[in-house]
């Protein structure tokens, strides 16, 4: 292989370099999971199966259910809280300032 002297470059050189990389790396990964995805399917049907009928649902739902908001900032409407995890600022200012929880709450 042949070796760059990248002291030698200037930056616009090295970021296209960069880019070729990254661009190959992705390249190569995607072709590696297609050998492998083929090899399964393969593995399979030499059983007597189709992978969707060994995977199930599983390989169907790759996407996270999303919560609906649950809670709205009062004055910002883009600001929401599904009421699950560490609670925002806003809400934690809210209540320090003595509103309560029911208080931003959305109304349906």
Do not use: C
């Not at 070729?20 to 999971?33: L, N």
């Not at 083929?38 to 399979?44: H, I, L, Q, S, V």
């Not at 699950?84 to 300032?97: K, M, T």
Request: aromatic share 6%; no cysteine.
């Amino acid at each position: 292989m042949q070796k760059i002297d990248l002291e030698q470059m200037d930056l616009d050189e090295l970021k296209r370099i960069r880019k070729d990389v990254d661009r190959a790396i992705e390249s190569y990964e995607r072709r590696k999971k297609q050998d492998a995805l083929a090899a399964a399917e393969a593995a399979a049907k030499e059983s007597g199966y189709t992978l969707s009928e060994l995977l199930g649902s599983a390989a169907k739902s790759k996407g996270k259910r999303v919560n609906p908001p649950k809670y709205r900032h009062p004055d910002n409407p883009e600001l929401t809280w599904t009421g699950r995890g560490r609670r925002p600022d806003w809400i934690q200012e809210g209540l320090q300032a003595g509103k309560s929880l029911e208080d931003f709450l959305i109304a349906k």
